[in-house]
């Protein structure tokens, strides 16, 4: 899986709401109404991540929950990426 463009990024961002590119990677922060609802989030996350076999960073702060994702393997931002934050927004 090849790693995109800072244009090829930029691009495909435009169809995700509130994800942005930091870096070598894209992230983006929800807000929950608790930490209980926070952590039920990361749950239904870990459960997409590993159906994907591709694993965000993850940080919980009370009721912000901030996902970062790249590609490890690859030093960079790919299409599993983009595809797993498309997934993740849909769990939201």
């Not at 930029?10 to 983006?28: A, P, R, T, Y």
């Not at 591709?54 to 940080?59: A, M, Q, S, Y």
């Given at each position: 899986m090849a790693?995109?463009?800072?244009n090829e990024i930029k691009e495909k961002l435009k169809d995700l709401e509130g994800w942005q590119l930091?870096?070598?990677?894209?992230?983006?922060?929800?807000?929950?109404?608790?930490?209980?609802?926070?952590?039920?989030?990361?749950?239904?996350?870990?459960?997409?991540?590993?159906?994907?076999d591709h694993h965000p960073d993850i940080l919980v702060n009370y009721n912000?929950?901030?996902?970062?994702?790249?590609?490890?393997?690859q030093g960079g931002i790919t299409n599993n990426d983009i595809n797993l934050a498309?997934?993740?927004?849909k769990t939201k």
């Amino acid at each position: 899986m090849a790693v995109l463009s800072e244009n090829e990024i930029k691009e495909k961002l435009k169809d995700l709401e509130g994800w942005q590119l930091k870096g070598k990677e894209i992230s983006k922060v929800y807000k929950h109404k608790d930490f209980v609802d926070a952590i039920a989030f990361v749950n239904k996350v870990a459960i997409l991540a590993e159906k994907a076999d591709h694993h965000p960073d993850i940080l919980v702060n009370y009721n912000k929950v901030t996902l970062s994702l790249h590609t490890h393997s690859q030093g960079g931002i790919t299409n599993n990426d983009i595809n797993l934050a498309k997934g993740i927004d849909k769990t939201k």
